[in-house]
């Protein structure tokens, strides 16, 4: 397979190992961070402050202190930033685990993922029953209301900032920030197919940000075998059973291939 030319060799011994595994799994638990979305042309978290929003601290702009200080400039961030999601579409890494998803179902077994990422790109790969973590850059709320009185405002660029309700009343991003909780009944539905997998993998993430990053631990403490695709190392490499250190486009499509080759 073209893609597993370019896997490096330590990489394909590491899959060597890791396809028999991964093929025997039925309940697998996928946790995705930005990374999965980096070759889709979405700068991840950290590296989105680049250009004018270099001289600003991501996790003030991510925070409701942030928003109550400077509603306009926040929503001027989220702004640019759902410009450049519109033009990104999912990448090779994000079909092949819907592609994943689709063979379980087929064998009786199923993989949930529950994602950190706010891009849409899983949905719009065709990945079913996500769990969003941090909510949707797509989704808006009345300021003060909860994650359910959420809905999608699809205007791009928005015609102002912030953008209003019907009732004049302020919109924020159905998104998660820093200091705030996250909606409890994702977050408890995350941790209990995270509790029954057989199989985890962190993929795309610095493992930095909590309570999410909890997850793949409390996946191994709870029997799984532990995967990390990234190509840097986090937190989470000194945990995890087998580590691909690649890019998520590259590694899950070989992996999935693998999968298939045995599962048929
Ligand atoms: C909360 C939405 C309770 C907004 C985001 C312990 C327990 C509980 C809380 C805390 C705790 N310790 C600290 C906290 C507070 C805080 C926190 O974790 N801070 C960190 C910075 C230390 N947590 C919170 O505030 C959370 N809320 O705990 O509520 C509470 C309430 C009140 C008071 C206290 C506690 C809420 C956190 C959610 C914040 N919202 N996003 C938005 O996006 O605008 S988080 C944001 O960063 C992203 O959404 C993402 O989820 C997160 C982490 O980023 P990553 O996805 O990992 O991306 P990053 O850029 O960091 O890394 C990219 C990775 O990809 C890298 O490793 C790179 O090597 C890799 N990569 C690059 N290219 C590729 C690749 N991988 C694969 N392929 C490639 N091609």
Same mark, same amino acid.
């Given at each position: 397979?073209?893609?597993?030319?370019?896997?490096?060799?330590?990489?394909?011994?590491?899959?060597?190992?890791?396809?028999?595994?991964?093929?025997?799994?039925?309940?697998?638990?996928?946790?995705?961070?930005?990374?999965?979305?980096?070759?889709?042309?979405?700068?991840?978290?950290?590296?989105?402050?680049?250009?004018?929003?270099?001289?600003?601290?991501?996790?003030?702009?991510?925070?409701?202190?942030?928003?109550?200080?400077?509603?306009?400039?926040?929503?001027?961030?989220?702004?640019?930033?759902?410009?450049?999601?519109?033009?990104?579409?999912?990448?090779?890494?994000?079909?092949?685990?819907?592609?994943?998803?689709?063979?379980?179902?087929?064998?009786?077994?199923?993989?949930?993922?529950?994602?950190?990422?706010?891009? +849409? %790109?899983?949905?719009?790969? =065709? @990945?079913?029953? *996500?769990?969003?973590?941090?909510?949707?850059?797509?989704? !808006?709320?009345?300021?003060?209301?909860?994650?359910?009185?959420?809905?999608?405002?699809?205007?791009?660029?928005?015609?102002?900032?912030?953008?209003?309700?019907?009732?004049?009343?302020?919109?924020?991003?159905?998104?998660?920030?820093?200091?705030?909780?996250?909606?409890?009944?994702?977050?408890?539905?995350?941790?209990?197919?995270?509790?029954?997998? +057989? %199989?985890?993998?962190?993929? =795309? @993430?610095?493992? *930095?940000?909590?309570?999410?990053?909890?997850?793949?631990? !409390?996946?191994?403490?709870?029997?799984?075998?532990?995967?990390?695709?990234?190509?840097?190392?986090?937190?989470?490499?000194?945990?995890?059973?087998?580590?691909?250190?690649?890019?998520?486009?590259?590694?899950?499509?070989?992996?999935?291939?693998?999968?298939?080759?045995?599962?048929?």
């Amino acid at each position: 397979m073209a893609q597993e030319g370019q896997l490096s060799a330590d990489s394909l011994a590491v899959l060597e190992q890791l396809v028999p595994v991964a093929a025997k799994a039925r309940r697998v638990f996928v946790f995705t961070g930005a990374g999965v979305s980096a070759e889709s042309g979405i700068p991840t978290f950290r590296d989105a402050q680049t250009g004018l929003w270099a001289k600003y601290d991501p996790v003030m702009l991510a925070s409701i202190d942030g928003f109550r200080k400077d509603p306009a400039n926040v929503w001027k961030w989220y702004d640019e930033r759902r410009q450049t999601m519109s033009r990104c579409q999912p990448n090779p890494g994000h079909h092949a685990i819907t592609d994943w998803q689709g063979l379980l179902k087929g064998l009786d077994g199923r993989l949930d993922l529950a994602t950190q990422n706010i891009d +849409d %790109l899983h949905r719009i790969a =065709g @990945t079913e029953e *996500l769990i969003e973590l941090h909510g949707n850059i797509w989704e !808006v709320r009345p300021l003060g209301s909860e994650f359910q009185e959420a809905f999608r405002l699809m205007d791009c660029p928005l015609s102002e900032h912030p953008p209003r309700h019907i009732d004049g009343s302020t919109l924020r991003p159905n998104v998660v920030w820093f200091g705030e909780m996250l909606d409890e009944a994702v977050l408890n539905h995350a941790f209990q197919c995270a509790m029954k997998a +057989d %199989l985890a993998l962190s993929i =795309g @993430t610095s493992s *930095l940000v909590y309570p999410a990053a909890a997850l793949p631990f !409390v996946a191994r403490e709870h029997g799984a075998t532990l995967v990390e695709i990234n190509p840097e190392r986090t937190e989470l490499t000194a945990a995890a059973d087998y580590v691909l250190q690649e890019p998520s486009a590259l590694a899950l499509p070989a992996l999935v291939a693998g999968i298939r080759r045995i599962c048929g």
